[in-house]
């Protein structure tokens, strides 16, 4: 199985920072790397596909970035609705599989 | 509007079955894979299983293999988990999600709870 390690596992920041996130795989993915954000109670939602691609309707703010086995979720301008938890997934290979998951908290 | 509407959690005593479904609508739902994936109370997501949009392809993460069963009708948009041996670990919020090499959407989700 394909291990994901994402880090931190949480941070604090304020509104305004700039915030990155890194995810790393155990084997090479290419670019078959999705993230997710999830607010408290409520479903994820896709926010990047295919490392980099914006999936449509969410902000310009966020990017993502890699190839390979090393992946970064970078918002430019932290937004108060931008506290909660993200997730990276690889789509390369089955079992489909997670990231611990990085939980951004208001400073 | 894409939908995915999960059903069918509630609480069951270890041992036990139950069946999820999840009701599709707002596309062509036989020409999409679909996923289950579960987040146990305050844990991250976990992939559950897959199933092609033909129903021929099927995977199960180890967790649940031999014990849950991925199904679905084409004709009546529905994709189902059926869940036997039904253990203590398996606590958690059930998503159906949409695939297509990413899972988007996803639904509300429903709420299994294994306990005696």
């Known amino acids: 199985d394909i291990q994901m390690t994402q880090s931190p596992s949480s941070l604090s920041a304020s509104v305004g920072d700039r915030v990155t996130i890194t995810c790393r795989t155990s084997q090479s993915i290419a670019t078959y790397l999705n993230w997710y954000q999830q607010r408290p109670g409520k479903a994820p939602k896709l926010l990047i596909y295919?490392?980099?691609s914006l999936q449509s309707g969410v902000p310009s703010r966020f990017s993502g970035s890699g190839s390979g086995t090393d992946f970064t979720l970078t918002i430019s301008s932290l937004q108060p609705e931008d506290f909660a938890t993200y997730y990276c997934q690889q789509s390369h290979t089955f079992p489909r599989t997670f990231g611990q998951g990085t939980k951004v908290e208001i400073k | 509007e894409v939908q995915l509407v999960e059903s069918g959690g509630g609480l069951v005593q270890p041992g036990g079955s139950l069946r999820l479904s999840c009701a599709a609508s707002g596309f062509i739902f036989s020409n999409y894979e679909m996923n289950w994936v579960r987040q146990a109370p305050g844990k991250g997501l976990e992939w559950v299983s897959y199933i092609s949009s033909s129903g021929i392809t099927i995977y199960y993460a180890d967790s649940v293999k031999g014990r849950f069963t991925v199904s679905r009708d084409n004709a009546r948009n529905s994709l189902y988990l059926q869940m036997n041996s039904l253990r203590v670990e398996d606590t958690a919020v059930y998503y159906c999600?949409?695939?297509?090499?990413?899972?988007?959407?996803w639904g509300q989700g429903t709420l299994v709870t294994v306990s005696s």
């Open positions: 295919t490392a980099s």
């Open positions: 999600a949409r695939d297509g090499r990413r899972f988007d959407p």
